[in-house]
């Protein structure tokens, strides 16, 4: 019987390339270079310390530390081991993680050694039996504990429905809730993707995204090891570091964000980017205005892409053929995807296929909830198929608007502002109306001089009146989370008195 863990299948890769270069970290105050075979080790060497803290299959490991070449060997270690991996965002306060640890219960937790006084007594009161250190640089007690073992060399035997990763939503309604990840829901995934995007062991991946997070830890990470491609690891994301790293390099993952900074530095030209083979967005949806002015400054259509948390990802527009800017393009092989409600109307996006999680940690009457009778899961998001599959997005569906009775997805509003001269991006929202039951606001980020009111009547008059903004807010920058989603429910609160007075 074949070894259905995830691991399985990224050893035989190192295996068969021991030498080829995997991590080229790019930091000046830390040059490191590990190749598969250095990976394959370390990672063993994680597996040995944690299996000396009597850590065994099915076990939650909880981590919450900085990028670095041992916390990626971690995950893998972690991985081979049969240990349930929970990777959480380096920001959350002792309040969100005291959650997250009391959720998912973990025999051990991995935190930075300058959070270690303030978090450590707290986890132990919870019933953690370990909690240890690692650091950006790469050492700590966990590390020390490795040096002391010698490495586990095996893989354990996992079935594919066996849980490899509990990832935490971003909580933007109510508290986080875990999406239980199994190893066919990685594998499946990753082998799609390598393929769906042409990768070879040719390819050279820039990496610039954080590691707690479906995006730069799976998305990433796992579709370059599949080929054995040298991947240059970035602490994070700074412009002046990946133009200097782009010569190098054939692929780039990113956020939206990644690219609009990008195009802010004026010395980013065509010339930067013509040794790459292909530029991925997603995470949150790239702007029409930033698709176009990235093909105008360097001849690249970036390929936009969909997924979430629980499913991984979803829909992909195609490498080779029309990448359409505002669109997200066909479902993954092997992925379903349609839209509930009336035919040709925006409704919610279902997926089924072997991508989707298997619920939610200790939640099952939210896991009942995110799917269909059928078996769809139910995404949340809202979109439209077109005649030959390709899916638009319209954005959240708690995003949408009722006003008068009248739903109004903003999506369709903003389009029209952010191609405004003198608009650099805007974000729409509702919030409470006592005669509408919401009305419509827009926030706008101004780039240079903002248009004037009747710029703005003129731009939005293709629009229905129920579906125009009753007011403007200028602000300097949109409130972001750390994969660069706009935070809505941040704004609806800031202005939820806009229309005390009337």
């Given at each position: ?15 068969g ?34 299996f ?16 670095s ?13 049969g ?51 690692l ?11 490795a ?17 490899a ?134 001849g ?94 319209a ?20 389009q ?14 509702g ?11 827009a ?22 009146k ?30 939820k ?6």
């Amino acid at each position: 019987m074949s070894n259905e863990n995830f691991f399985a299948a990224l050893k035989a890769v190192y295996d068969g390339a021991p030498d080829k270069p995997f991590l080229t970290l790019i930091d000046e105050s830390r040059p490191c270079r590990l190749s598969y075979g250095d990976m394959n080790t370390l990672s063993a060497e994680m597996a040995s310390s944690l299996f000396h803290l009597g850590a065994r299959p099915g076990d939650r490991i909880v981590v919450q530390v900085d990028k670095s070449p041992e916390n990626v060997a971690l995950y893998l270690g972690a991985m081979r081991l049969g240990l349930v991996y929970v990777p959480l965002n380096t920001a959350y306060t002792a309040d969100e993680v005291k959650y997250f640890i009391e959720d998912a219960g973990p025999k051990i937790f991995v935190c930075t050694r300058e959070r270690h006084d303030e978090l450590a007594h707290m986890a132990k009161e919870i019933g953690v039996e370990h909690v240890l250190t690692l650091g950006e640089d790469g050492a700590g007690t966990l590390r020390d504990t490795a040096f002391t073992v010698e490495p586990i060399n095996v893989v354990e035997p996992r079935g594919k429905d066996d849980l490899a990763v509990i990832l935490y939503t971003s909580g933007t309604t109510g508290r986080s809730k875990g999406a239980m990840l199994t190893h066919e829901n990685l594998a499946s995934n990753a082998k799609t993707l390598n393929a769906l995007w042409g990768f070879s062991g040719e390819d050279v991946l820039l990496h610039a995204l954080p590691i707690f997070h479906i995006h730069g830890l799976f998305v990433a990470l796992h579709t370059a090891m599949l080929s054995a491609c040298e991947i240059l690891f970035l602490p994070k994301f700074d412009a002046g570091a990946v133009r200097k790293a782009l010569p190098r390099a054939s692929v780039m993952m990113g956020v939206p964000t990644f690219y609009s900074r990008l195009l802010g530095e004026k010395e980013f030209t065509k010339d930067d980017a013509a040794h790459m083979r292909l530029f991925i967005s997603g995470s949150a949806p790239l702007t029409v205005e930033a698709f176009n002015a990235f093909e105008a400054r360097t001849g690249h259509r970036i390929l936009e892409r969909y997924g979430m948390s629980e499913a991984g990802m979803i829909a992909s527009n195609p490498l080779e053929g029309e990448r359409v800017a505002g669109t997200v393009g066909y479902a993954l092989p092997g992925i379903s995807v349609r839209i509930a409600g009336e035919n040709g109307a925006p409704g919610e996006v279902e997926v089924k296929g072997p991508n989707i999680c298997a619920g939610y940690w200790n939640k099952p009457d939210k896991t009942e909830e995110a799917f269909t009778e059928d078996g769809w899961f139910k995404t949340g998001d809202v979109g439209t198929l077109d005649g030959d599959g390709r899916l638009t997005l319209a954005g959240r569906e708690k995003d949408l608007i009722i006003a008068g009775g009248f739903n109004i997805y903003p999506v369709e509003i903003e389009q029209i502002l952010d191609a405004l001269p003198g608009v650099a991006e805007s974000a729409v929202v509702g919030v409470h109306h006592a005669d509408m039951g919401e009305g419509v606001i827009a926030v706008i980020v101004a780039d240079g001089d903002p248009p004037d009111d009747e710029a703005l009547a003129a731009a939005l008059s293709s629009l229905a009146k129920f579906k125009r903004p009753r007011k403007f807010f200028p602000m300097d920058a949109l409130p972001r989370n750390t994969m660069g989603k706009v935070q809505k429910q941040v704004l609806r609160e800031e202005f939820k008195d806009a229309f005390k007075n009337g």
